[in-house]
């Protein structure tokens, strides 16, 4: 057996200690990666990503994106996904946007409203609705991402069915959400529409009856939460472009705050489509 020298023992250390150096920053460099693809968090840059349009004539759009946004969310996160569909960003809180709406009232609702007026006759064949965050609370995914929410989408499936909700989840929003006729009955603070504790519900039996002249008002109405959906131009088109104008008027007339109207309209869009109150 050969002699064990102090200058061996000392290379042998310095060796041991580099491979463990050099490991631990593989592990780090590792995990870091990972980290930045699946925070739970948005990144902090901001900017809307926001696609030409083109000649609209010359292309065959099969699916349409349609994203609520406003000036201070980041949407950039959508430029490099999904390829194949066409983004259209909405920015709700800027009148100089490409893409805008006539008054910034009723959330959502007010964007998908206008694109599907504005596009009545040349709606592409799906069309997803969608807020603007890639990651929030109401995204149906363990870590609230939104682009993993998307990339399941089934587009076939919603070819079949016409129209399908974002959110399979039952919280919030079923199996009832609201109940028309006992919460219409309801004392303030939840009929107050000028309270903080106000509830749509109190005012929901009235607005179908607007916005749905001659349909029984249902006993109960329940779906899933968040207003983000897939649906067909075949199934838009059941209705004809003046209920939709009427929706929107509703909303920008209506003396309902943000809030209470955006949330009505909110538990409406799947009887729009067809669907059962409760869904």
Request: overall charge negative; some cysteine.
């Amino acid at each position: 057996m050969l002699p064990t020298t102090a200058s061996h023992v000392t290379r042998t250390r310095r060796l041991g200690h580099l491979w463990i150096c050099c490991t631990c920053l593989l592990i780090l460099f590792l995990v870091g990666s990972r980290s930045a693809h699946y925070s739970p968090w948005p990144s902090s840059s901001s900017g809307n990503a926001q696609e030409p349009l083109g000649n609209a004539s010359s292309q065959t759009l099969d699916v349409d994106l349609i994203v609520a946004s406003q000036a201070k969310d980041n949407t950039t996160w959508l430029l490099d996904e999904f390829a194949d569909w066409r983004k259209l960003i909405y920015v709700t809180d800027d009148p100089k946007a490409a893409l805008t709406v006539p008054r910034n009232k009723g959330r959502e609702g007010m964007v998908y409203l206008t694109h599907i007026i504005d596009n009545y006759d040349e709606l592409a064949k799906i069309i997803i609705f969608s807020h603007a965050n890639r990651y929030q609370w109401h995204n149906d995914d363990s870590l609230y991402e939104g682009q993993r929410v998307l990339s399941r989408l089934r587009l076939a499936h919603i070819q079949d069915q016409g129209y399908a909700n974002l959110r399979c989840v039952w919280t919030l929003g079923c199996p009832s959400e609201i109940r028309p006729h006992v919460e219409a009955e309801a004392p303030s603070p939840a009929s107050d529409p000028a309270s903080r504790n106000a509830r749509a519900g109190s005012f929901y039996k009235n607005a179908f009856e607007e916005l749905l002249p001659g349909v029984t008002v249902p006993d109960v109405v329940g779906a899933a939460c968040c207003a983000q959906f897939a649906v067909t131009a075949e199934r838009i088109r059941q209705r004809p472009k003046s209920d939709y104008e009427r929706y929107r008027t509703w909303l920008l007339q209506t003396e309902l705050n943000d809030d209470l109207a955006g949330r009505i309209i909110e538990y409406l869009w799947h009887i729009i489509f067809g669907q059962d109150a409760v869904f």
